[in-house]
């Protein structure tokens, strides 16, 4: 998971935290060393704050609709530690917590708690490109939730890199400024169109997307760059009774000559000399 601070208008500052589905995560509350209260809060958005669990004279209390095993509380050292287990959707909300005596609360810290429900998808996964031929590598922005529809980013949020073979480090080509909305599908695409001018533009190409508060990465195309190869001529070989007839007409029987068998790049030369002195 990822942790980014953000100011909002509460009288403590939020994190924002994102994880995945089915991950587990911990938050921590930083306490004084004489405290004979501390409560822990998850406020749903739209809704009132709950109580996950007070702690009255050190003994921690986790409340009635919290009693799940996937909630744990504990002290460790100057702070106390919620552990939820096994993220799910539910889960998503803002977890802030209070510490002090009977007459006086102080809020400490507090995040709000984000299930990252999309990713990225880079294809195609390989690309072998002829230099001189285009490419065209896309980059999706895709929900893991069948039921909801990806928010796409705005202009300059997606970027392409090339890391370059021989471990040179990545360097950005392109800034992407456009984007097709694919309802059906509910994602994003982006897409690179390039062409290959010579060895060069080989390598690793990874998109990137700037999409709330993180930067999604894809796991990479990798491209490959070959030489154009000529097709095959049909090419008639002669046999050795037309061979020694021109060789004849052309007086050129002492020469030695190469006939070249096809245009495969696996042809093969035959060096013919004295034709004339050898027997058919």
């Not at 802030?96 to 709000?112: A, D």
């Not at 928010?151 to 040179?168: I, K, M, T, Y």
């Not at 992407?176 to 010579?198: A, F, G, M």
Request: proline content about 3%; hydrophobic content about 30%; aromatic content about 10%.
């Amino acid at each position: 998971f990822m942790t980014f601070f953000i100011a909002t208008s509460l009288q403590f500052d939020i994190s924002l935290t994102v994880v995945e589905l089915g991950e587990n995560i911990t938050l921590h509350c930083p306490v004084p060393e004489k405290e004979d209260k501390f409560y822990w809060y998850k406020q749903s958005l739209g809704h009132m704050a709950q109580t996950v669990a007070a702690v009255i004279v050190k003994q921690i209390t986790i409340t009635e609709q919290f009693k799940d095993p996937r909630f744990t509380v504990k002290k460790e050292e100057a702070q106390y530690l919620l552990t939820i287990r096994n993220v799910s959707k539910e889960d998503e909300a803002t977890y802030f917590c209070q510490t002090g005596t009977t007459y006086s609360l102080t809020s400490g810290s507090g995040t709000f708690l984000a299930e990252k429900h999309v990713y990225v998808k880079q294809s195609p996964e390989t690309a072998s490109v002829q230099l001189g031929d285009p490419m065209t590598l896309q980059c999706s922005l895709l929900s893991k939730n069948k039921e909801t529809r990806v928010q796409c980013p705005g202009e300059h949020s997606v970027h392409w890199f090339r890391a370059g073979s021989g471990g040179s480090h990545p360097g950005i080509i392109y800034t992407q400024r456009n984007r097709s909305d694919e309802e059906e599908e509910r994602s994003c695409v982006y897409s690179l169109s390039k062409t290959i001018q010579d060895s060069s533009d080989s390598g690793t190409y990874y998109c990137a997307v700037v999409t709330c508060g993180e930067i999604l990465f894809g796991e990479g195309t990798k491209v490959e760059t070959s030489t154009p190869q000529f097709k095959g001529l049909n090419v008639y070989v002669m046999s050795h009774h037309h061979i020694l007839l021109l060789m004849e007409i052309f007086n050129i029987e002492s020469q030695t000559l190469h006939i070249i068998t096809n245009c495969h790049p696996d042809a093969t030369e035959q060096s013919i000399s004295h034709l004339t002195g050898s027997k058919l």
